[in-house]
């Protein structure tokens, strides 16, 4: 079946604006992630969901950065008033359910550019 | 906190030459280890993974053995081939927890 897949696949954006990116996860995944990977870094957790809400949002840089889940199945990163700390790819992964019994599957990433 | 700690790259080796990329990690608790490989242009994928202390995960001619004793989960392969050049991440997950990743080592492996 079909993977999890991000959209856009880049963005390029000026200092200052909001930027809002998609993730549509694998069916049937309850459980939905954000990472973050920043040039020369290793990824960073942002946010998990289990169904709609989010247990964890610990990983969020600021309160900039928000995101959401709609009908256990599509979710939105938020960025608002980007900053060119900002710039990095955003990877987005599912899972059946949350927990370490259960293989994350990554979508391909939207690059970020803030300029 | 949880953390994963793995060998510096770039790494450069010629084709079938013997591969190890060593990982490191501190947990509460015992959680599961993942290698995970991004080949050029492509998305995130998990490559090999085990779930408890002396478990080997295997894919693909690679392999990597859950040593708690030493808290290491070193990747190997015996004989590399130019379509193993990636960026591969070790990480680790335990409870209900998220992914902890090391920073990534860059693979080149030359004809």
């Known amino acids: 079946g079909a993977g999890v897949s991000q959209s856009p696949s880049n963005k390029v954006t000026e200092k200052g604006k909001d930027v809002e990116l998609r993730c549509d996860p694998i069916?049937?995944?309850?459980?939905l992630y954000w990472y973050r990977q920043r040039l020369g870094q290793g990824l960073e957790f942002l946010i998990y969901?289990?169904?709609?809400?989010?247990?964890?949002k610990s990983g969020l840089p600021s309160d900039r950065f928000s995101a959401e889940r709609t009908g256990e199945s599509v979710s939105t990163l938020t960025i608002q008033r980007t900053q060119q700390e900002d710039s990095a790819v955003y990877l987005c992964?599912?899972?059946?359910?949350?927990?370490?019994?259960?293989?994350?599957?990554f979508g391909p990433g939207t690059r970020l550019t803030v300029t | 906190g949880n953390s994963v700690t793995q060998m510096e790259g770039p790494v450069t080796l010629s084709e079938e030459a013997f591969l190890t990329i060593n990982c490191t990690y501190t947990?509460?608790?015992?959680?599961?280890l993942f290698w995970y490989v991004q080949y050029p242009g492509e998305g995130l994928q998990l490559l090999l993974k085990a779930t408890k202390a002396d478990d080997k995960g295997s894919n693909k001619g690679f392999e990597a053995t859950y040593r708690k004793e030493t808290t290491s989960f070193h990747l190997e392969k015996g004989s590399v081939q130019v379509s193993d050049s990636a960026v591969y991440f070790c990480?680790?997950?335990?409870?209900?927890?998220?992914?902890?990743f090391g920073t990534g080592t860059r693979l080149t492996i030359i004809p």
């Open positions: 990480a680790l997950i335990y409870g209900n927890e998220k992914l902890t």
């Open positions: 069916s049937g995944h309850t459980a």
């Open positions: 992964a599912s899972s059946l359910a949350p927990g370490q019994s259960y293989e994350q599957y």
């Open positions: 969901f289990q169904g709609n809400s989010a247990p964890d």
């Open positions: 947990a509460t608790g015992y959680p599961s």
